[in-house]
Protein backbone atom coordinates (compact mmCIF):
# COMPACT_ATOMS: atom_id res chain seq x y z
CA UNK A 1 0.00 0.00 0.00
CA UNK A 2 2.43 2.48 0.79
CA UNK A 3 4.18 1.45 -2.65
CA UNK A 4 1.45 2.12 -4.38
CA UNK A 5 1.38 5.71 -2.40
CA UNK A 6 4.16 6.82 -3.07
CA UNK A 7 3.76 5.71 -7.03
CA UNK A 8 0.55 7.98 -6.82
CA UNK A 9 1.81 11.05 -5.43
CA UNK A 10 5.01 10.59 -7.81
CA UNK A 11 2.59 10.93 -10.14
CA UNK A 12 0.48 13.98 -8.64
CA UNK A 13 3.38 15.94 -8.42
CA UNK A 14 4.45 15.18 -12.32
CA UNK A 15 0.82 16.87 -12.94
CA UNK A 16 1.55 19.41 -10.86
CA UNK A 17 4.84 20.59 -12.48
CA UNK A 18 3.61 19.61 -15.83
CA UNK A 19 0.22 22.64 -14.81
CA UNK A 20 2.70 25.08 -14.13
CA UNK A 21 4.85 24.99 -17.06
CA UNK A 22 2.15 24.74 -18.89
CA UNK A 23 0.09 27.61 -17.21
CA UNK A 24 0.54 29.61 -20.54
CA UNK A 25 -1.69 27.31 -22.82
CA UNK A 26 -4.45 27.12 -20.00
CA UNK A 27 -7.24 30.15 -18.91
CA UNK A 28 -7.02 30.94 -15.68
CA UNK A 29 -10.18 29.15 -14.37
CA UNK A 30 -8.89 25.59 -15.99
CA UNK A 31 -5.07 26.72 -13.92
CA UNK A 32 -7.04 26.90 -11.16
CA UNK A 33 -9.19 24.10 -11.12
CA UNK A 34 -6.48 21.81 -11.31
CA UNK A 35 -4.10 23.40 -9.45
CA UNK A 36 -6.78 22.71 -6.26
CA UNK A 37 -7.99 19.39 -7.41
CA UNK A 38 -3.69 18.38 -7.69
CA UNK A 39 -3.17 19.74 -4.45
CA UNK A 40 -6.55 18.64 -3.02
CA UNK A 41 -5.06 14.86 -3.41
CA UNK A 42 -1.21 15.52 -2.74
CA UNK A 43 -1.59 17.51 0.51
CA UNK A 44 -3.73 15.05 2.56
CA UNK A 45 -2.37 11.67 1.03
CA UNK A 46 1.40 13.20 2.03
CA UNK A 47 -0.20 14.02 5.41
CA UNK A 48 -1.67 10.55 5.90
CA UNK A 49 1.42 8.88 4.00
CA UNK A 50 4.39 10.72 6.66
CA UNK A 51 1.66 9.50 9.71
CA UNK A 52 1.80 5.89 8.90
CA UNK A 53 5.57 5.89 7.77
CA UNK A 54 6.36 7.85 11.21
CA UNK A 55 3.66 5.61 13.64
CA UNK A 56 3.69 2.32 12.15
CA UNK A 57 6.17 1.43 9.36
CA UNK A 58 9.57 2.94 11.21
CA UNK A 59 8.47 1.48 14.44
CA UNK A 60 8.25 -1.96 13.12
CA UNK A 61 11.16 -1.46 11.27
CA UNK A 62 13.18 -0.76 13.96
CA UNK A 63 11.59 -4.01 15.79
CA UNK A 64 12.34 -6.59 12.89
CA UNK A 65 15.34 -5.55 10.87
CA UNK A 66 18.28 -6.83 12.78
CA UNK A 67 20.86 -3.82 13.94
CA UNK A 68 23.13 -5.80 11.55
CA UNK A 69 21.06 -4.83 8.12
CA UNK A 70 21.42 -1.07 8.73
CA UNK A 71 24.40 -0.52 7.76
CA UNK A 72 23.51 -2.10 3.86
CA UNK A 73 19.93 -0.31 4.65
CA UNK A 74 22.22 2.73 4.60
CA UNK A 75 23.79 2.45 1.60
CA UNK A 76 21.07 1.40 -0.64
CA UNK A 77 18.87 4.31 0.64
CA UNK A 78 21.74 6.45 -0.16
CA UNK A 79 21.78 5.11 -3.63
CA UNK A 80 18.54 5.98 -4.45
CA UNK A 81 18.24 9.18 -2.29
CA UNK A 82 15.70 10.82 -0.29
CA UNK A 83 12.79 12.56 -0.79
CA UNK A 84 13.50 13.60 -4.29
CA UNK A 85 16.91 14.57 -4.31
CA UNK A 86 19.93 13.27 -3.79
CA UNK A 87 22.87 13.70 -0.73
CA UNK A 88 25.25 16.49 -2.07
CA UNK A 89 27.84 13.64 -0.94
CA UNK A 90 26.74 11.12 -2.42
CA UNK A 91 26.61 13.11 -5.76
CA UNK A 92 30.50 14.12 -4.74
CA UNK A 93 31.06 10.47 -4.50
CA UNK A 94 30.44 9.58 -7.57
CA UNK A 95 32.46 12.29 -9.43
Keep these: MMRLEH ?3 REKKKALGD ?3 EVDKLTE ?3 WTQLNELAGYIVPTLRSHIFKEDNILYPT ?3 VIPQGEWSRIRT ?4 IGYCSFTPK ?3 AAKQ
Design 89 to 91: RIM
Design 61 to 63: ALR
Design 7 to 9: DQL
Design 76 to 79: EFDK
Design 29 to 31: AEF
Design 19 to 21: RVE
